[in-house]
């Protein structure tokens, strides 16, 4: 959960999903724990491990920002959109570890994201219904209400369709607060740059 201050004195809240790669350590989207337009961040609490739902009244642990590599100035860049937080006050008991080899995955790969949906907002239904992609738009609605429960824990599942500079692209079903959501594939994360975490979490000595 990132709480946030903007210029005019307001607060607002928005979460995104993180996982544990160390007893400490977790990795999300850098996006996640930026601030938006006129605001600061002025928290960055964790809900706990695995739970089945999460709500802005949930107990939560404090967290902080250790590195990120992404630019607000230029979210499409060549940066990844990774941020490495710590939770000192947590020691998990377990974690998931990371694939040091890209290369592992391969094209046609059945993969799974692991996440916290939002609701689905009124502008992504209206994009939704102006591309005319869909069959059946009021069927497919309720099906994806059904499939991606708001600030449930959810699995989705998809097929790898490239691997370009160092870029996986995938195709399956997420929403925003997915954001930060494990890549998983043989019970190994996949993802890039894994050298920052690995820089990172040796330079602060708590593995």
Same mark, same amino acid.
Not at 154 to 161: F, L, P, Y
């Given at each position: 959960?990132?709480?946030? +201050? ?32 006129? =605001?600061?961040?002025?928290?960055? +609490?964790?809900?706990? =491990? ?28 060549? /940066? ?50 102006? /591309? ?7 069927? %497919?609605? +309720? ?13 989705? +599942?998809g097929i790898v369709e490239a691997i370009e500079n ?6 399956l079903s997420s929403l925003c607060g997915? %954001? ?22 040796? =330079?602060?000595?708590?593995?």
């Amino acid at each position: 959960m990132v709480e946030e +201050r903007k210029s005019d004195g307001t607060w607002a809240k928005s979460f995104g999903t993180a996982f544990f790669v160390t007893k400490t350590h977790l990795l999300t989207a850098g996006h996640v724990v930026q601030a938006g337009p006129d =605001a600061e961040v002025v928290g960055i +609490r964790l809900f706990y =491990a695995g739970c089945k739902t999460v709500d802005y009244g949930t107990n939560t642990i404090e967290c902080k920002v250790v590195a990120t590599l992404y630019d607000p100035d230029n979210p499409d860049g060549n /940066k990844p959109d990774l941020a490495l937080l710590e939770c000192p006050s947590q020691d998990a008991g377990t974690w998931l570890p990371i694939s040091p080899k890209i290369d592992d995955l391969p094209v046609g790969a059945i993969v799974d994201i692991i996440g916290y949906p939002c609701y689905i907002t009124d502008a992504q239904k209206e994009g939704f219904k102006k /591309k005319g992609s869909l069959n059946d738009y009021s069927e %497919s609605m +309720r099906e994806a209400e059904l499939m991606l429960r708001p600030k449930t824990l959810t699995v989705s +599942r998809g097929i790898v369709e490239a691997i370009e500079n160092n870029h996986i692209r995938y195709k399956l079903s997420s929403l925003c607060g997915m %954001s930060g959501a494990c890549l998983m594939y043989n019970e190994k994360i996949y993802g890039s740059p894994m050298e920052f975490f690995t820089h990172h979490r040796g =330079a602060r000595g708590s593995m």
